[in-house]
C-alpha cells in the first residue's frame, strides 16, 4: 500500500512499519510520498519488563524487522503501551475488555508510552524516542463508560479510548510535548528522525 505525493521525493524510500490506521494517517500529515509494510513482531510481554521498555523494545523490533526486507530503505517503528501504576495496558480486544480498563483507569493518571524509532540498514542509522503522554481520566460512572463503548468501540486502542474522538470526553487532562503521540505517532520526535536519516521534509 502506498500513499505518494508525485511532486515531492527524497533520496530514500519511507516505510513506516506498522498496520495501524491511526499511523498512518498521521503520517499522511507530513505530505511525502510513504509505504506502509507489516513488522509481523511478537508483541508478548517480557518477563518484568516495563510498559516503557517494552514499548521501546517494540518500536525498535518493528523497524528492524520491516529494515531487514527492505535495507535501502528509512523505516519507522512505533509502539504504544499504556502504564497504569508500572502495569502495561494493551489493545483490548473485545468490549469487555475494555469495560475493564476503563473502570480500572477511572480517576487515575495513566501513562501512554509511545515509542518511535527510525532504521536504515544500508546507512547504518538507527535512533529511537520515547515520547511518554500524562493522562487523567475522570472519575467515570458504568454508564458512562458502557455508553462510550457503544458509541466508539475503541476495541484496536491502548488504554481503550480515541483521544481524538468521543474520548476526550472521559479525560481530565493531558500533559505531554509531542501533540500526536497520544494518538500513536509522535510526530515531532518522528520529523527530527527522518530528517536526520535523510529524508527532505521540506
Known amino acids: 500500500m502506498s500513499f505518494a505525493i508525485p511532486s515531492l521525493t527524497h533520496p530514500r524510500p519511507l516505510i513506516l512499519g506498522s498496520t495501524s490506521k491511526y499511523r498512518r494517517e498521521l503520517l499522511t500529515r507530513l505530505r511525502i510520498p510513504f509505504e506502509v509494510a507489516s513488522p ?3 508483541e508478548t510481554p517480557l518477563a518484568n519488563e516495563t510498559p516503557a521498555g517494552l514499548a521501546c523494545r517494540l518500536a525498535v523490533a518493528k523497524a528492524r524487522a520491516v529494515a531487514a526486507r527492505h535495507p535501502s530503505a528509512v523505516v519507522i517503528g512505533s509502539d504504544q503501551v499504556a ?3 508500572g502495569e502495561p495496558l494493551g489493545k483490548p480486544g473485545d468490549h469487555a475488555r475494555a469495560t475493564v480498563q476503563l473502570q480500572r ?7 501512554f508510552q509511545t515509542a518511535v524509532a527510525v532504521v536504515c540498514l544500508e546507512s ?6 520515547l515520547a ?16 462510550y463503548l457503544q458509541a466508539e468501540q475503541p476495541y484496536d486502542c491502548a488504554g ?17 510535548d509531542d501533540p500526536t503521540a497520544l494518538v500513536g505517532l509522535p510526530l515531532i520526535r518522528t ?9 527532505a521534509l521540506l
Open 40 to 42: 509481523e513482531v511478537d
Open 105 to 111: 483507569m477511572r480517576g487515575q493518571t495513566v501513562v
Open 160 to 176: 481503550s479510548a480515541k483521544s481524538e474522538g468521543l474520548g476526550i470526553a472521559l479525560l481530565e487532562s493531558i500533559h505531554n
Open 124 to 129: 547504518g542509522f538507527e535512533q529511537m524516542s
Open 191 to 199: 520529523c527530527q528522525m527522518i530528517r536526520a536519516a535523510g529524508v
Open 132 to 147: 511518554p503522554v500524562e493522562v487523567k481520566f475522570r472519575d467515570l460512572s458504568d454508564a458512562e463508560i458502557e455508553s
Open 83 to 85: 502504564d497504569l501504576m
